[in-house]
């Protein structure tokens, strides 16, 4: 009987120490009203913390104020929007739907090197990815250098590409002419503009780096 109280003496030593690292650990957040319930134990019982596993980072992270979590989800968001409507203006004076203006070209190529690099990174801080209106993947947490390298790649295509709308070769020099765009009503012959041949080239990679990133880290909306 001694022994079993000695056992049980211990049992409700360990269990009170462990409660108490379990309070511990917790981490508060401050405000967090419209943490989203998919990644709350109510909804999914299987994403339950485990007490000898470590929390996964996506559930336990040091977000930011719900404010200026909302205003760097509709900043990133903008950002995102702005370089879509660009890349369908690019393709479509490059692939023959409009005609070829090559300061326009480079003005808006110019435009997505400007919002790439740290100005893209910027607006995704980790504390702001896993939040309601984020398209934003968990994946992000945890792999802040894959994506930064990637912010990093579309600032360079995005330059390479500008350079290129920049050459004007001639035709012994292999160059492609486009129609150039006309805001004459006039049944005029178009004129043709000179570009390098190399352009489709680095437009393309300009895109493969836009969805590589999009695989990766961006998820349909929560």
């Known amino acids: 009987m001694k022994h079993l109280k000695i056992k049980l003496l211990i049992f409700i030593f360990f269990l009170f120490a462990w409660s108490t690292n379990v309070q511990a650990f917790s981490f508060d957040f401050g ?3 419209d943490f989203h319930p998919y990644w709350g134990p109510a909804y999914n019982p299987w994403l339950a913390p485990n007490p000898w596993l470590a929390p996964p980072p996506y559930r336990f ?3 930011l104020p719900s404010f200026d979590r909302s205003n760097m989800v509709q900043r990133r968001q903008r950002v995102m929007s702005n370089h879509d409507d660009t890349m ?4 479509e004076q490059l692939y023959g739907r409009n005609g070829f203006n090559r300061a326009e070209a480079i003005k808006l190529t110019r435009q997505i090197e400007l919002t790439s690099g740290a100005a893209l990174t910027g607006n995704f801080h980790p504390g702001a990815v896993v939040d309601y209106h984020s398209r934003t993947t968990p994946a992000f947490w945890g792999n802040e250098q894959a994506f930064t390298a990637n912010a990093q ?7 390479d590409l500008a350079i290129e709308l920049e050459k004007q070769p001639k035709a012994e ?10 805001y004459s009503y006039t049944h005029q012959e178009t ?7 190399v352009i489709w080239e680095k437009f393309n990679n300009l895109s493969t780096v836009c969805e590589s990133c999009h695989r990766q880290f961006r998820g349909h909306r929560w």
Not at 175 to 182: H, Q
Request: net charge positive.
């Open 153 to 159: 790649a579309l600032q360079a295509a995005a330059r």
């Open 31 to 33: 405000d967090n009203d």
């Open 61 to 63: 992270y040091p977000q």
């Open 88 to 91: 369908t203006r690019l393709k």
């Open 191 to 197: 004129e043709s503009v000179p570009v390098s041949p």
């Open 173 to 182: 020099e292999g160059a492609v002419f486009l129609p150039k765009r006309s």
